[in-house]
């Protein structure tokens, strides 16, 4: 049991080590699909003239706003994600740990109680990246880029 736990934490590496890798390809692709996403959104916000406050705004500054938002919205994304894998890592390992000790009975209980520790730290995360902009009157759905 030992053996097949450590082969899924090589597993597991391998993965984030080659996800690593291809992040740099797509990078010039996000920034172009961002851009017309930024422009299209400004757009909308010229034609409903909904949110006074970015209406107001010429267009250089509601563009680099909104390019700003989206990137560190982007930003904000990715250190979310690598922090909950390193979470998982730590949780998984301490499964592992159980399972030596208290066989699979200990091995799931670690499992449930790191993936109920993930699910909330993502939920408190998303919520508090999305609040600055919400309270600027940006719409995210708008300005992501998956």
């Known amino acids: 049991m030992g053996v097949l736990l450590e082969i899924g934490l090589v597993l597991i590496a391998v993965?984030?080590?080659f996800s690593m890798a291809m992040r740099g390809r797509s990078a010039n692709e996000?920034?172009?699909l961002t851009e017309r996403?930024?422009?299209a959104y400004m757009e909308t916000i010229r034609r409903e003239r909904a949110n006074p406050e970015l209406n107001s705004m010429s267009d250089t500054e509601l563009r680099?706003?909104?390019l700003s938002s989206a990137r560190n919205l982007r930003i904000e994304s990715e250190r979310k994600t690598w922090t909950l894998v390193a979470i998982g890592a730590v949780a998984l390992a301490a499964a592992v740990v159980f399972?030596?000790?208290d066989g699979f009975r200990g091995f799931g209980i670690s499992l449930a109680v790191g993936a109920v520790a993930i699910y909330g730290l993502n939920e408190f995360w998303s919520r508090r990246m999305r609040d600055p902009l919400v309270a600027k009157g940006i719409d995210i759905e708008r300005l992501k880029v998956e």
Do not use: S, T
């Open 64 to 66: 680099d706003v909104l």
């Open 37 to 39: 996403r930024v422009e």
């Open 30 to 32: 996000r920034e172009a």
């Open 99 to 101: 399972a030596n000790q």
């Open 15 to 17: 993965g984030v080590v």
